[in-house]
């Protein structure tokens, strides 16, 4: 069993930065691939980022890519999203996930993550 929590959100002017944390729970936190998504209001789940078990590999979406920076520290069961030159746009609730599929399985729908943090608000003002 791992458990998600957020954390470091908070409001920001836009141009400015934020590092969002997800702590887990759990001896077995190294094992999964965490991804990042977000949700504005009036609007559907939006993949973020994703980083490998072991920090190898990262993905961003376009949107967020050049700006963003996920890293994770596998002694501490944490992982890190660096936000830069955050924009009123990238204002959301941001949650983490973990998942231990892969190939076919790796989907991005809910329901292809084992737990999910329970979110933190980002708000960026003009």
């Known amino acids: 069993q791992v458990q998600l929590v957020e954390s470091g959100g908070g409001l920001v002017q836009a141009g400015g930065s934020l590092r969002l944390s997800c702590g887990a729970s759990?001896?077995?936190?190294?094992?999964?691939?965490m991804d990042w998504f977000r949700q504005a209001p009036g609007k559907e789940r939006e993949f973020v980022a994703t980083?490998?078990?072991?920090?190898?590999?990262?993905n961003y979406a376009d949107s967020v890519k050049g700006r963003f920076t996920l890293s994770r520290d596998n002694a501490k069961n944490t992982v890190y999203l660096q936000m830069n030159s955050l924009k009123p746009e990238d204002t959301a609730v941001y949650y983490c996930?973990?998942?231990?599929?892969?190939?076919?399985?790796?989907?991005?729908?809910?329901?292809?993550?084992?737990?999910w943090g329970q979110g933190t608000q980002v708000t960026v003002s003009s």
């Open positions: 759990g001896h077995t936190f190294s094992m999964y691939t």
């Open positions: 996930a973990a998942t231990l599929r892969t190939g076919a399985l790796r989907t991005r729908a809910a329901q292809a993550y084992d737990y």
């Open positions: 980083i490998s078990w072991n920090g190898a590999v990262t």
